[in-house]
């Protein structure tokens, strides 16, 4: 009995370090997050003139605070993308915009760098994407996002 609950006392500790572990990792990474302006819906107009790599974003929800929430194919925000950006000098918390083998362009958060690629995640998301963010796939950084107030 007393074993067993060591055990049980055990498993619980190395599931809460590994919980913890991934928040504070997503954490550390937002000192990469882009500058987020807000704009009256009047002004969109002239954003949208001044940038020629600005892409509209669907609002689901995995990168909250920094993206917000919407309604199905409801645009949230738009984010300028910086497409010149040399793989090997991203770093963890920088927000891309990749081609996902299942769901088509995703903008998310790169976590850590292994033999296989970036792995990437929403920020709101308590888990990992499925498939690594890869020069093959990688169309940008999001360098600014632009959200409407409220």
Do not use: C
Request: glycine share 8%.
């Amino acid at each position: 009995m007393k074993a067993g609950l060591i055990v049980l006392i055990a498993s619980i500790v190395i599931a809460l370090a590994a919980i913890l572990s991934f928040h504070l990792k997503q954490i550390e990474g937002m000192k990469n997050h882009p500058k987020v302006v807000e704009v009256n819906s009047f002004d969109m107009d002239e954003v949208l003139r001044s940038h020629s790599n600005i892409v509209a974003i669907l609002g689901t929800g995995s990168m909250r605070p920094l993206i917000p929430a919407g309604q199905p194919n409801e645009t949230v925000a738009w984010a300028v993308v910086d497409n010149t950006k040399d793989f090997n000098l991203l770093e963890a918390g920088m927000v891309v915009v990749f081609k996902h083998k299942d769901s088509g362009f995703v903008i998310h958060e790169l976590n850590m760098l292994d033999k296989d690629g970036w792995i990437s995640s929403g920020s709101y998301n308590g888990f990992y994407d499925s498939g690594r963010v890869t020069r093959e796939n990688l169309r940008g950084v999001v360098t600014l996002i632009y959200k409407l107030k409220k």
